[in-house]
């Protein structure tokens, strides 16, 4: 890999540029039209030709598939990969990756119900849980970091390690919000009638307002990865490490800073699974990390890092946790091949993909 960086917004400044606080270099507010391009780049553009092209067969094979539910229902699936998505973008922009965050997805949702389940104010739990998520985040960062553990090796382990306190503190059952069973309502405990559950769990415009919520953090980390001190030093250190080191960026502030915001964008996602089900199962999230991962991938944000799109993140995680899960069925395609099937996709996404950039690359 060139040690200069084939995008010259990605090139790393001199200190004196950067006013020896590894920020980026002072600049007008970006136009409407700079914001624009910002926000929607060029590389999220295949993947939502996907999505259309997708949709369209659907539309042709099984016009039954257009119903309002199972619009809904698609929307509501893609969430919670989406919302990982967009944390993820963040890590593999700077060449790391994250495979726990399935485990603090289910983590956080165990939390929160368990302190629901013990009184606790449903909006404050979540805080709480939310906070245990960061914790989590930081915990990752220090062993990348600090201790200086491959992050692919060290996000594995802790995949094991939180799953494995998940089971433990819930006994390996559901948490269901103010039950001690499906059955046994605790005695005046309302968490599942209170605003946190009535209001994150409605919908609207017939659309759920968990899907709202996650492109309401796709916009925000699109701006913060594109406009803010944070976003141009994770570009920068996934453009070229040693160059963004000298230039006065703390490599390793910035690394614990994605961590961290990655493990919080995961305990989001657990929250939102918690309003939807109004239950914490230790199980939930399974493949959710790899899928991210994928979706983040097929949206336009290369692993060789220094660039990013978290709008091209969700939009993967719609074709793939969404789109392609909620229309299998429609195909016939057995529970039993699910997984065998999704894998293909991402695989013929990921193959059709890397050739258009090929192309784009002999183009330019």
Same mark, same amino acid.
């Given at each position: 890999?060139?040690?200069?960086?084939?995008?010259?917004?990605?090139?790393?400044?001199?200190?004196?540029?950067?006013?020896?606080?590894?920020?980026?270099?002072?600049?007008?507010?970006?136009?409407?039209?700079?914001?624009?391009?910002?926000?929607?780049?060029?590389?999220?553009?295949?993947?939502?030709?996907?999505?259309?092209?997708?949709?369209?067969?659907?539309?042709?094979?099984?016009?039954?598939?257009?119903?309002?539910?199972?619009?809904?229902?698609?929307?509501?699936?893609?969430?919670?990969?989406?919302?990982?998505?967009?944390?993820?973008?963040?890590?593999?922009?700077?060449?790391?990756?994250?495979?726990?965050?399935?485990?603090?997805?289910?983590?956080?949702?165990?939390?929160?119900?368990?302190?629901?389940?013990?009184?606790?104010?449903?909006?404050?739990?979540?805080?709480?849980?939310?906070?245990?998520?960061?914790?989590?985040?930081?915990?990752?960062?220090?062993?990348?970091?600090?201790?200086?553990?491959?992050?692919?090796?060290?996000?594995?382990?802790?995949?094991?390690?939180?799953?494995?306190?998940?089971?433990?503190?819930?006994?390996?059952?559901?948490?269901?919000?103010?039950?001690?069973?499906?059955?046994?309502?605790?005695?005046?405990?309302?968490?599942?009638?209170?605003?946190?559950?009535?209001?994150? #769990?409605?919908?609207?415009?017939? &659309?759920?307002?968990?899907?709202?919520?996650?492109?309401?953090? +796709?916009? @925000? *980390?699109? $701006? /913060?990865?594109?406009?803010?001190?944070?976003?141009?030093?994770?570009?920068?250190?996934?453009?070229?490490?040693?160059?963004?080191?000298?230039?006065?960026?703390?490599?390793?502030?910035?690394?614990?800073?994605?961590?961290?915001?990655?493990?919080?964008?995961?305990?989001?996602?657990?929250?939102?699974?918690?309003?939807?089900?109004?239950?914490?199962?230790?199980?939930?999230?399974?493949?959710?990390?790899?899928?991210?991962?994928?979706?983040?991938?097929?949206?336009?944000?290369?692993?060789?890092?220094?660039?990013?799109?978290?709008?091209?993140?969700?939009?993967?995680?719609?074709?793939?946790?969404?789109?392609?899960?909620? #229309?299998?069925?429609?195909?016939? &395609?057995?529970?039993?091949?699910?997984?065998?099937?999704?894998? +293909?996709? @991402? *695989?013929? $996404? /990921?193959?059709?993909?890397?050739?258009?950039?090929?192309?784009?690359?002999?183009?330019?």
């Amino acid at each position: 890999m060139s040690s200069t960086p084939s995008d010259p917004e990605l090139a790393v400044q001199p200190d004196r540029e950067l006013g020896g606080m590894g920020g980026p270099p002072p600049s007008r507010l970006p136009s409407p039209g700079a914001l624009y391009r910002g926000l929607f780049e060029m590389e999220s553009n295949s993947v939502l030709i996907a999505v259309l092209l997708v949709l369209a067969l659907f539309a042709v094979a099984h016009p039954s598939f257009y119903t309002v539910h199972q619009l809904q229902d698609l929307l509501q699936e893609s969430v919670y990969v989406g919302v990982i998505a967009c944390g993820m973008t963040f890590l593999i922009a700077m060449r790391q990756l994250d495979l726990s965050v399935s485990s603090i997805l289910a983590l956080t949702a165990g939390i929160a119900a368990l302190l629901m389940n013990q009184g606790w104010n449903p909006w404050i739990a979540a805080l709480a849980a939310l906070g245990c998520a960061g914790l989590m985040g930081l915990i990752n960062g220090f062993l990348v970091q600090t201790i200086r553990i491959n992050a692919l090796l060290a996000t594995l382990a802790t995949l094991y390690v939180f799953n494995g306190f998940n089971q433990g503190i819930t006994a390996s059952n559901t948490v269901n919000v103010g039950y001690t069973t499906a059955e046994a309502p605790i005695k005046g405990n309302t968490a599942a009638n209170s605003s946190f559950f009535t209001a994150l #769990g409605g919908n609207i415009l017939g &659309i759920p307002v968990a899907f709202w919520l996650m492109v309401a953090i +796709a916009l @925000i *980390l699109t $701006a /913060v990865l594109r406009y803010t001190p944070f976003g141009y030093r994770v570009r920068s250190i996934g453009s070229n490490p040693e160059a963004a080191a000298f230039s006065g960026i703390s490599v390793p502030r910035v690394t614990y800073q994605a961590f961290v915001l990655m493990g919080v964008v995961a305990g989001l996602a657990g929250l939102l699974v918690l309003v939807f089900f109004k239950a914490a199962d230790p199980s939930v999230g399974g493949s959710d990390n790899l899928i991210a991962i994928a979706a983040v991938i097929i949206g336009g944000t290369p692993m060789r890092g220094g660039t990013g799109t978290v709008i091209g993140a969700m939009i993967g995680a719609i074709l793939l946790s969404g789109v392609i899960l909620s #229309g299998l069925p429609y195909f016939n &395609i057995s529970e039993n091949w699910t997984q065998f099937a999704l894998g +293909a996709v @991402i *695989l013929a $996404a /990921v193959s059709i993909d890397s050739v258009v950039r090929a192309g784009r690359r002999r183009g330019n």
